[in-house]
């Protein structure tokens, strides 16, 4: 071992220092472990932030039903019956009361000046008011100011439109619990809101309650109902109202089921006023009837029935329902096309309606023996073949299997051609059927030769022709009703 200037190992020295080092080496680096290891814990998240002061009027005050109530009672007093002032309450109101909490409150005060119980009687110990619907005169014109106050309201706070709808279904459930007058009132608003849009027709549901039907209650309310309804809007107005909600044919359930008649509707309603209602719900009923008469006869054609016992079905059908023959003859020709399945293809379906049409013109032809029930086929063909894109092409063929087989008349045919015509597809037809028309008035007037005409006729169908003897042809144009009718078919 060597030694130092003064003496010292010199390797003792260097392995004492060595060993310094590595101690002061390792205690660095286990301190850099453990702060590396305490990096990598998850910090728990803290919430910063500032309180901000909610000003004063920007909070919604605390209401108990009661007390809201008495807010709405002591308004009510204050405006008095000035409706303008009412509406202008209400307005400003909504700012601080809690309308959507509440809604069921407010509108029972209104209509009935306080909180309503089950059944519709008010509530004993709650705060009341005598400016409300029910204490308000009777008559038409003050019920459309009221209405008007709720046009406003519902207008400016969107969100009671729902609540509103509720709560007349709930007062129509309680019209035991009024007074007749009430009723009336009640009646006459609900009209109007109908007619204004305020309202759907589906609140009319609650009057097919079963005890408001069997004393009378749900007729007499629905007279003064409609009546308002009607005044405010047309008859057709309130068709499209109610067929919108499916209550179009339902109007019968006001009635108990032993008197659930159209006759008894008709009677009822008619001596009331109310005969475009009469007129509308008889409309109704037939084409309710019409309906179920041509799914069945659809059922008896896909059944394979023989058309002896189809034929004298339908003639049975037309006695009982008092059915014309040219409103039957669509309701056959509908069923006859909606019996069987068609193909796709354009130039496929032409054929298999030639086919389908030839086995059916034996029942076709039993109910066209009057000149309008042949026009009113030719308009039924013309308008399928237009609605159904695959069909347009087939116009002509059908006309010309029809006329061959006895089921279309030359006069019905030229009437159609010339004035009775359809705006739909006009032009095409038209055109289709040009060449056949000519040949018509030339065969007519003699002008064909015997082989002309077996060529025309071998060009469409090689079968010989029968022609049809001709009937008296006057076109009258469809009534309204008779419109209605043909659309809803």
Request: proline share 2%; net charge neutral; aromatic share 10%.
């Amino acid at each position: 071992m060597e030694a130092g200037g003064n003496g010292t190992p010199v390797r003792s020295v260097i392995i004492f220092q060595s060993a310094s080092l590595q101690s002061t080496l390792l205690s660095f680096l286990l301190s850099l472990r453990v702060s590396f290891m305490n990096n990598q814990k998850q910090q728990k998240p803290t919430l910063t932030g500032q309180r901000f002061k909610t000003r004063k009027r920007d909070e919604k005050e605390k209401f108990d039903p009661t007390q809201f109530q008495e807010s709405i009672v002591q308004g009510l007093n204050q405006t008095g019956s000035d409706l303008e002032a009412v509406a202008k309450f209400l307005d400003a109101s909504g700012a601080k009361l809690d309308y959507r909490r509440y809604a069921e409150t407010l509108f029972d005060i209104l209509v009935a000046g306080g909180m309503l119980a089950p059944g519709g009687t008010l509530s004993d110990d709650m705060t009341r008011t005598e400016f409300c619907l029910f204490t308000a005169q009777e008559d038409l014109e003050t019920m459309q100011a009221y209405a008007q106050v709720f046009n406003k309201l519902i207008r400016r706070y969107k969100y009671l439109e729902k609540g509103f709808e509720e709560e007349i279904k709930k007062l129509l459930l309680f019209l035991k619990g009024f007074t007749e007058s009430e009723r009336n009132k009640l009646a006459m608003l609900t009209g109007i809101l109908l007619a204004n849009g305020n309202i759907s027709a589906s609140i009319l549901n609650s009057l097919f309650n079963e005890n408001l039907v069997k004393e009378g209650v749900s007729a007499a309310f629905a007279v003064k109902l409609f009546k308002s309804w009607i005044n405010e809007k047309d008859i057709n107005s309130v068709a499209a109202s109610l067929r919108k909600v499916g209550m179009d044919n339902r109007l019968m359930e006001l009635f108990p089921a032993n008197k659930r008649s159209c006759e008894h509707f008709s009677k009822y309603f008619t001596d009331a006023g109310l005969k475009e209602l009469s007129d509308f719900a008889r409309n109704q009923q037939s084409i309710g009837a019409r309906k179920e008469l041509q799914k069945e006869l659809q059922e008896q054609m896909s059944h394979g029935d023989p058309q002896k016992e189809i034929i004298a079905f339908v003639r049975e059908e037309m006695k009982k329902s008092s059915i014309s023959e040219q409103t039957m003859i669509g309701i056959i020709w509908s069923s006859v096309m909606s019996s069987v399945e068609w193909n796709k293809k354009e130039e496929l379906v032409t054929e298999q309606a030639i086919k389908h049409l030839k086995q059916y013109s034996p029942l076709l032809k039993a109910f066209t023996s009057q000149g309008l029930s042949e026009l009113s086929l030719l308009l039924k063909i013309q308008e399928y073949c237009y609605d159904n894109i695959h069909f347009m092409k087939a116009f002509q063929k059908i006309v010309v299997l029809l006329y061959k087989a006895d089921v279309l008349s030359e006069e019905a045919i030229l009437k159609w051609y010339a004035e009775a015509h359809l705006a739909k597809g006009k032009s095409v037809f038209l055109e289709q059927m040009k060449k056949f028309v000519e040949w018509l008035k030339n065969a007519e007037e003699g002008q064909f030769s015997k082989t002309a005409t077996a060529f025309f006729f071998f060009f469409f169908f090689p079968v010989q022709v029968k022609k049809k003897t001709k009937k008296p042809l006057i076109f009258k144009p469809p009534t309204e009703s008779e419109s209605e009718e043909e659309e809803a078919d």
